[in-house]
């Protein structure tokens, strides 16, 4: 609903009632700021503030961090939204695939697939791989030292799961948020 184009700020009235205050939202740009489309995780509007075709009904938690899309490596038309549906526990991560379609409009082509063990956190990460062909979606499992790495290419999750231990736990937390060292 903001536009800091060159004119200033001009606030747009949004056309649905959904409140995307809770945390977990999502909003995905074009290179030049151009909005493509936003998410609370749950539902997925297109730019101009309506709901896309097959975006409602997403599997996710709104809660902070639990939500993340990325623009498919190699293929500018697709995108990928991870959601997570932990809430305060356990959670599931589903992944979505939004693709541009012949006329122009984005659709929720896939939904609600599920993305490895049932035992992760609520927070995620998405991150590129060293070179730009794939993409890290991060995770960690609840109340351990674990942290899983989804490996996805162009097409989705190529199957390539890595974990890494930290050296110490939160037990029982659910909360926050993940972040990387550029290094």
């Known amino acids: 609903g ?56 997403l599997n996710a938690t709104v809660g902070a961090q639990n939500v993340v899309g990325f623009m498919s490596p190699n ?13 305060g526990d356990v959670g599931q991560l589903y992944y979505h695939t939004i693709d541009l379609n012949g006329s122009a409009a984005w ?14 956190a609520g927070p995620v990460l998405a991150v590129p791989n060293s070179d730009g062909s794939k993409v890290w979606v991060i995770t960690y499992t609840y109340n351990s030292a674990n942290y899983l790495a989804y490996e996805f290419d162009q097409n989705g999750p190529t199957g390539v799961v890595k974990t890494s231990s930290a050296s110490s736990i939160n037990p029982g937390s659910n909360f926050g948020a993940l972040r990387l060292s550029p290094n």
Do not use: C
């Not at 939202?25 to 151009?34: A, F, K, P, R």
């Not at 659709?107 to 992760?120: F, M, P, W």
């Open 107 to 120: 659709v929720v082509s896939t939904k609600n697939t599920i993305l490895g063990a049932a035992d992760t």
């Open 75 to 87: 293929n500018p038309f697709r995108y990928f939204v991870v959601t997570s549906d932990a809430a």
């Open 2 to 57: 903001l536009n800091f184009g060159v004119s200033g700020s001009v606030v747009n009235s949004l056309s649905h009632n959904n409140d995307l205050s809770w945390g977990g939202g999502l909003s995905v740009t074009q290179e030049g700021g151009q909005l493509l489309f936003y998410t609370d995780g749950m539902d997925v509007y297109g730019a101009n503030n309506t709901l896309l075709r097959n975006g409602s009904g």
